[in-house]
Structures are given as structure tokens and as C-alpha cells.
């Protein structure tokens, strides 16, 4: 899924990718995916997403894992409820996650996340903890939304007043090891969707 990403123009840079085994974060913000009516992740991917985020934590390379998303349906849990509930089954603390529970849409679960992280920056920058005097992010995605997730995240934080810096860990799985049951899962037309639905509404909206 790297190389489709690249070719399509979705890729990220290297200088914007997170090495697991080398950089560190204040805090991974699991990006948010679609959900079954049960309120587990419709894909392997999604499922990946939190598990990487997890890991991330637990080996101390961030300190506060970040689960962000509302209601999409008027069933079943949100997504941040579920994917805090799999990052405790996971081994993550209650106090090293951050519930953002109220956003609906991909802009929305970014700024919400921000709101709930400017109490953290601000202890980290009274304790003068912040390194680079930056609150440090990873963005923990799936490879296709990587990109505009980046994107949006920085013009965002702009906006806050926010001095963050972001990177990016990608998560990627091939299409026959995925679960995924609905079209718009399959990774060209996730991509097309991408191209011309997704980065056009935000553009249009002025969100990157």
C-alpha cells in the first residue's frame, strides 16, 4: 500500500515518518476508522491503528495515547470509547489516554484532539518539558488518509496556537488480509475517494 500511495500522490515524506525505534512523541493520536454495528473496527487496518498506538505507549516512546471519535450511527459505542477500551485491554493506563468522544467527521476529531491536548501542552511547557519547545505528535493512520491527516493536523494547530510538531506512523495491510466488507475499504478506491472527494472538500472548506 506504500507504493500505491506514492504513485497516486498520497505518500509521505521520509523526513514526516516516525521511527518506532528511534523517535519519541508526547502524544500518538490514533486516527479514526470505520466501525460495525457491533463497535468493533471494520477493518483489520482500523483494528491496527489502536494496536500501534498501544505499543507506542507502552514501550515509552509517547506518553499519552489519544482516542478521538463520536457517534456515527445511534448505535453501539464511539469509536474513541471502543478504541479506549481496546488500549486498556492492551495494557495502556486510563490516565496516559485522552477521550475525545464528541467529533463526527476526520477535521473534526483533529481539533477536537487539539482542544483536549492544550491542557497537556501547557503543564509540559510550566514544567519546561517540552522538547525543541514543541508538544511532539504522531499521527498513527492508515497509509491512504496519512497524508491529508498531516495536513489538516498542521493548519489546525496553527490556528490553536499550538507549537507542535507532527510525524506520521502509517499503518498498511494487503487487501486479502483485510476484513473489510464494504466497497469503500478496498485500498484504489479508498484512494480515488481520497483524491477527489476527500482532499477537495477540505480545500474547499479551507481545512488545509
Request: with cysteine; net charge positive; hydrophobic share 45%.
Amino acid at each position: 500500500m506504500p507504493f500505491l500511495a506514492t504513485i497516486l500522490g498520497l505518500g509521505i515524506r521520509q523526513a514526516d515518518r516516525f521511527d518506532p525505534d528511534e523517535d519519541s512523541a508526547d502524544a500518538a493520536f490514533a486516527v479514526p476508522f470505520a466501525m460495525n454495528r457491533d463497535g468493533s473496527a471494520q477493518s483489520l487496518q482500523g483494528q491496527l491503528v489502536v494496536v500501534t498506538t498501544a505499543r507506542l505507549v507502552k514501550t515509552g516512546r509517547v506518553r499519552w495515547a489519544v482516542a478521538s471519535g463520536g457517534h456515527k450511527l445511534d448505535f453501539g459505542p464511539t469509536e474513541a470509547t471502543w478504541a479506549t477500551e481496546k488500549l486498556v485491554a492492551l495494557g495502556v493506563p486510563e490516565r496516559q489516554i485522552v477521550v475525545e468522544n464528541h467529533s463526527l467527521n476526520t477535521r473534526e476529531n483533529i481539533v477536537f484532539a487539539l482542544e483536549s491536548l492544550k491542557p497537556l501542552y501547557s503543564h509540559l511547557q510550566s514544567e519546561d518539558q517540552l522538547v525543541g519547545n514543541q508538544f511532539r505528535v504522531v499521527i498513527v493512520a492508515q497509509e491512504l488518509q496519512a497524508k491529508r491527516a498531516l495536513a489538516t493536523f498542521r493548519k489546525a494547530a496553527r490556528q490553536f496556537g499550538i507549537e507542535c510538531s507532527f510525524k506520521v506512523l502509517t499503518v498498511s495491510l494487503p487487501v486479502w488480509k483485510d476484513n473489510a466488507k464494504r466497497t469503500l475499504r478496498h485500498p484504489l478506491i479508498f484512494a480515488l475517494r481520497e483524491i477527489f472527494v476527500a482532499w477537495p472538500l477540505f480545500k474547499l472548506k479551507g481545512w488545509l
